[in-house]
């Protein structure tokens, strides 16, 4: 077929075209000057693909959530370019190239967890993630109206992990901070209970692609994919819990992430061509890459961001090429020259609190943020239906403060080690 | 479906006589397809030791939290001693008591749900189960306190603990379990509690922590105790199933 002859030419073309990979100079990558490794030079075997993961217990917290987040930027992208092979036929066997090696980088990415992580651990580290890259994010964003959708659905997931903590305490046993590392605060946010919005008042108002920063762009296809990826999981992990409250909670949240997504994936503007949001998303792919891979400190897993910086290099220039010959158009159109400043994986417990303080009673109605919602409001209307047969976070949660040791180490510490009236001892 | 009983017959359709025709025709169709490659289950071994060869551990013992845990640290390492050995299964056995204080609070729950049966457990035994764990909490706080050590630390056998364990408090939460399936999943505890609250003293006693070994002892002949108990209402609770095949097994709570 005329389609993959076109796209095994312009492989070969792109595979002679490249100079040496990028190295680890971190200051200000030229997206255009770095190509990275070609996508015919990205090969993997099973037993690369499947690698020593990173330790649960001396690994940083922030490991964790690289990983999580980078197997959500590829879950993103293989789901992006399905979405488009459905859509073009001209494009199909261009995307068909690009998203297995990408199928193949998120396999490696997402086995990077490691097996006796549980389901739970892993949520309490997707929940960490959401809330310091969108604060990151939030900080970092031009436009005031994103930066004010970041700061909005930040504090929701500030939430979660205080919902999912409660949790862990209460069903296992197990202190949350143990995952957390003391980097994030363990306590409440916008009550999960009122999250829950109507449709329409999840829609956003999107930037508009002739005149928003590239950063503003990265942004929102980067929070976006961390999200749904957020959403999968607890759709696939959720029915896993033998804990009735567990099974409720998850579901509970999952509906939260299906309007996060649906209000990030809104910020996306609907009329960038396909083209152009490949482009972009395979620049939000070496962003992230570069931001992991400037903060990592396990060196196995760092290794892997290296690698896969010059991977994402290598799709972008091959996307480049379809951009120019396919649309006429100069990626420079669309792309920055250079990466922005990483995307900061550190605390950001001042911000979350500030903004805790200041927006945690803001409300959406329609796109935009409001104080209070009028009476009867369609989402007040929606919300106490779904709370109408109780609501899990508030049931898991009753009265929860966390505490170092868990909530039970209050209470053995009121009891002391004494039993039957006796010291042991 | 009853949940009063585990045993009742009913439709199970796992097994191969449930279809004679099907699993007939499917067995001869295994047996007529070659394999695609030679061997047995030894090339999973091999995979496995390739793995094993190459892979750090689940994580480390962390640094003593106070100098008076460097200082006992210091001192153990110059009489030949390995502290962090001592750490790491006292993190353990905190961690499983920890646990354990959910695990019996989730059997009272069903308990309030099932009752119980004729020697099986009451409300009062089970709460006194749970204030033990509770205090056996607390004694491997203060433990780890007084070595110096930091009692929050999940340390890697409380890691691997849970992971072995981790069926146990999925078996109790399960809403279709009755209070009778729950002992199955607290006797595997207890079972393991025994045999660690075993090892720890006699690790105890080995590092000269002899003050130790001795409460440690106590703790333990409490969890013989709860071994007991356990035993006892499972084996009961088995018996009147068996005994009363076509009605509930239970009675009300006392």
Redesign the interface.
């Known amino acids: 077929m005329r389609e993959q002859g076109a796209a095994a030419a312009l492989l070969r073309r792109m595979g002679r075209a490249f100079p040496p990979p990028f190295k680890e100079h971190l200051v200000a990558l030229d997206l255009f000057q770095e190509k990275g490794i070609p996508l015919e030079r990205q090969v993997f075997t099973w037993k690369d693909l499947v690698r020593r993961p990173y330790s649960k217990l001396d690994d940083d917290a922030f490991t964790r959530t690289r990983v999580i987040l980078m197997n959500g930027i590829e879950a993103d992208a293989l789901r992006m370019k399905h979405i488009f092979a459905r859509l073009n036929r001209e494009l199909r066997p261009h995307l068909a190239l690009v998203r297995r090696a990408e199928h193949h980088q998120q396999t490696m990415v997402n086995w990077l967890n490691p097996p006796d992580q549980s389901p739970l651990e892993t949520t309490l580290g997707f929940e960490q993630l959401a809330i310091e890259a969108t604060a990151s994010v939030a900080i970092h964003e031009p436009d005031p109206y994103l930066a004010q959708t970041y700061r909005f659905g930040m504090l929701e997931d500030f939430d979660h992990l205080y919902r999912y903590s409660a949790l862990y305490d209460r069903v296992e046993g197990k202190d949350p901070n143990n995952l957390i590392q003391s980097y994030s605060d363990i306590r409440p946010g916008r009550p999960t209970s009122l999250e829950h919005r109507h449709p329409l008042d999840d829609v956003r108002t999107p930037y508009d692609h002739k005149t928003a920063d590239p950063l503003s762009k990265l942004h929102a296809i980067t929070i976006t994919a961390s999200e749904f990826q957020t959403h999968d999981y607890y759709m696939t992990v959720g029915p896993q819990f033998a804990d009735p409250v567990a099974r409720q909670l998850y579901a509970e949240i999952a509906s939260i992430e299906e309007q996060h997504v649906t209000q990030y994936g809104s910020l996306c503007d609907p009329d960038e061509s396909m083209l152009e949001k490949w482009l972009l998303h395979e620049a939000a792919e070496v962003y992230n890459y570069y931001s992991c891979l400037a903060y990592e400190t396990n060196p196995h897993v760092k290794a892997v961001w290296q690698r896969f910086v010059d991977y994402e290099l290598g799709h972008l220039h091959y996307v480049m090429e379809l951009f120019k010959e396919m649309e006429q158009r100069d990626p420079a159109e669309v792309l920055p020259r250079t990466l922005p400043e990483p995307i900061a994986f550190k605390e950001h417990r001042e911000f979350v609190r500030k903004v805790l303080a200041q927006e945690v009673d803001m409300r959406s109605n329609g796109p935009d943020y409001v104080a209070r919602l009028p009476e009867g409001h369609r989402s007040s209307i929606y919300q106490a239906q779904l709370n109408s047969e109780g609501s899990p976070s508030e049931t898991v949660a009753a009265g929860y403060h966390w505490r170092p040791g868990t909530e039970l180490a209050a209470k053995a510490e009121r009891m002391g080690s004494v039993q039957e009236g006796r010291r042991l001892q | 479906m009853s949940k009063d009983t585990v045993a009742d017959m009913g439709l199970n359709r796992t097994g191969i006589k449930t279809s004679p025709i099907d699993s007939k025709d499917i067995v001869q169709e295994a047996q007529r397809a070659p394999p695609s490659s030679p061997g047995d289950a030894q090339g999973i071994h091999r995979v496995r030791q390739q ?1 094993a060869r ?7 013992v962390p640094p003593p939290s106070s100098l008076k845990g460097v200082a006992k640290t210091a001192a153990g390492l110059l009489k030949g001693q390995k502290s962090t050995v001592f750490i790491d299964k006292l993190g353990e056995r905190l ?1 499983f008591e ?6 019996y609070e989730g059997a009272l729950s069903k308990l309030e749900v099932y009752g119980s049966w004729e020697g099986g457990p009451s409300r009062e035994l089970l709460t006194k189960i749970l ?2 764990e ?6 491997m ?2 433990t780890l306190q007084g070595l110096g050590a930091d ?6 056998s409380a ?2 603990s ?2 072995i364990s ?1 069926g146990v ?3 109790i ?3 279709r379990t009755n209070l009778r399936q729950c002992m199955e999943a607290l006797l595997v505890a207890e079972l393991t509690d025994n045999a660690s609250w075993e090892l720890l003293i006699d690790l105890a006693r080995g590092l000269g922590h002899d ?1 130790l070994a ?2 440690f002892q ?2 333990l002949d ?1 969890e013989a105790e709860h071994l007991s108990l356990v035993k006892g209402w499972l084996a009961a609770g088995v018996a009147t199933e068996a005994r009363a095949p076509l009605e509930s097994a239970s009675v009300p709570a006392p």
């Open positions: 793995y190459e892979a750090d551990g689940l994580g480390h961690a920890r646990t354990g204080v959910r695990l204030d033990d509770l205090s056996h909490f607390a004694l706080t203060e009692p929050t630390a999940m340390t890697p890691d691997l849970a992971v981790q408090p999925a078996a939460a399960d809403a003050t001795d409460r106590l703790a409490a």
